[in-house]
């Protein structure tokens, strides 16, 4: 597979330390997508949409949104309702990626179709196994149906 043919992660964290570290898991994971990060779920959609700072980007859907809930602007879970709107984004995998304990959160992340929900561990360690294996079974493993 050419590395023009790989799908971007979109890492969707308004925390700089844990964009960080989620970016460092990746790599560290040998993934050869790449990793776009945006700070909160406005910027997602507008990379998604291809409007304003992203109107440029390159053209195509990612492999799949790495999704935190609690940011400005936009949450992740209007993020995720409006992506389940979309009939081109319906299968799109999404994980939600949160230090949210909140029943509230994960049963609504559940409701409106999220395809995982990770807690963020404390640990470091734990954190970085938990990305790892996320980024490899979306971006690699996981298999999209024919003509999406």
Not at 116 to 138: C, I, N, R, S
């Amino acid at each position: 597979m050419n590395k023009r043919d790989l799908r971007t992660i979109l890492l969707v964290e308004d925390s700089l330390a844990d964009a960080e570290m989620a970016i460092d898991a990746l790599r560290e994971a040998k993934l050869a997508n790449p990793v776009v990060h945006v700070e909160d779920g406005v910027d997602c959609l507008d990379w998604l949409y291809r409007r304003g700072a992203f109107v440029d980007r390159p053209e195509g859907d990612p492999s799949v949104i790495l999704l935190d809930i609690k940011m400005p602007r936009m949450d992740g879970l209007e993020v995720l309702k409006q992506l389940r709107t979309e009939e081109r984004w319906k299968r799109l995998p999404v994980v939600i990626l949160s230090s949210s304990r909140e029943e509230s959160d994960l049963a609504r992340s559940w409701d409106l179709g999220v395809n995982a929900y990770v807690l963020k561990p404390v640990d470091v360690q734990q954190f970085f196994t938990a990305v790892q294996t996320l980024g490899h079974f979306w971006a690699v493993l996981n298999q999209r149906p024919e003509g999406e």
